[in-house]
């Protein structure tokens, strides 16, 4: 069976079909988001966070993408799988380069992605001119965390809102195939949505976007501590983890995920 490709999601963005991703971390995990028709694994870096139990996301290294990525693949084999360049990994177009090639070689995910806006364009074009599919990721940047200040809404005032929306066309000219949007105003991950012609998919971003990402955890109700309000515990009125992906898969391809609580204004 062959993967999801770019073009298909490309089609999917065309004729308003729902794009469903999840992160995960290991094979068997894979295997059930795989056979419930999850179009995209994202392997995150928040698998320091809720596999690690690390504070954030920036102590994994490059070595545990490569070890999580490679346990995705062997468990999957529809989805499209997309692996988190880790912090600092691509502080040049030289070493993301490096850094991508291990996470497709050995890993052999199809997609890389990375945080950033303005600063990342020339590693995005590098990456793409050599043939590595990239997934973008603007808002809130978890690798940034202490430069943020913590886990905030970003976008809300007009000059940051304007830095975003110049941040996704400057990345999608640069070559960028995929955009994730995290913890964004819905009006503005709508206006980004529909100003590009690639993907959008948003995390805390509302429903008007091309697609919808979680993590797994969160959508099972097994992170420790308390759950983002943006995300829902599938699990709890599903009753078993295969029911709980495919009613979320569902809910995100129907458009009743998110609803209007589970974003910000
Ligand atoms: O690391 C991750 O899981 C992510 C998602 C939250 C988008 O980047």
Request: contains cysteine; charged residues 20%; hydrophobic residues 45%.
């Amino acid at each position: 069976m062959s993967r999801i490709s770019l073009s298909r999601l490309q089609q999917m963005k065309q004729q308003r079909e729902r794009i469903a991703l999840l992160t995960a971390y290991d094979a068997s995990f894979a295997h059930i988001l795989d056979a419930a028709g999850v179009d995209i694994l994202l392997v995150g870096d928040s698998l320091g966070m809720v596999v690690q139990g690390q504070p954030s996301t920036l102590p994994v290294s490059l070595d545990e993408m490569v070890y999580h990525t490679a346990m995705v693949c062997r468990g999957s084999q529809r989805a499209m799988v997309i692996s988190d360049l880790p912090f600092m990994s691509y502080t040049s177009a030289e070493q993301a380069l490096h850094s991508a090639a291990r996470l497709m070689k050995e890993g052999g995910a199809q997609m890389v992605k990375l945080e950033g806006g303005a600063e990342v364009v020339e590693i995005v074009a590098r990456l793409s001119s050599m043939g590595v599919p990239v997934c973008a990721h603007l808002g809130l940047l978890p690798q940034s965390v202490h430069k943020l200040g913590g886990y905030k809404v970003q976008g809300r005032s007009e000059v940051d809102a304007a830095r975003i929306l110049a941040d996704a066309r400057a990345l999608q000219a640069a070559g960028a195939d995929l955009l994730v949007l995290e913890c964004v105003p819905r009006g503005l991950a709508k206006r980004v949505t529909e100003a590009l012609q690639i993907p959008v998919i948003g995390i805390g971003a509302g429903a008007g976007t091309d697609g919808q990402v979680l993590v797994l955890y969160d959508m099972l109700g097994i992170t420790p501590g308390k759950r983002p309000s943006f995300s829902q515990d599938f699990l709890q009125q599903a009753g078993s983890i295969p029911a709980a992906i495919e009613a979320y898969v569902a809910a995100v391809r129907r458009g009743d995920f998110p609803g209007p609580e589970q974003g910000f204004d």
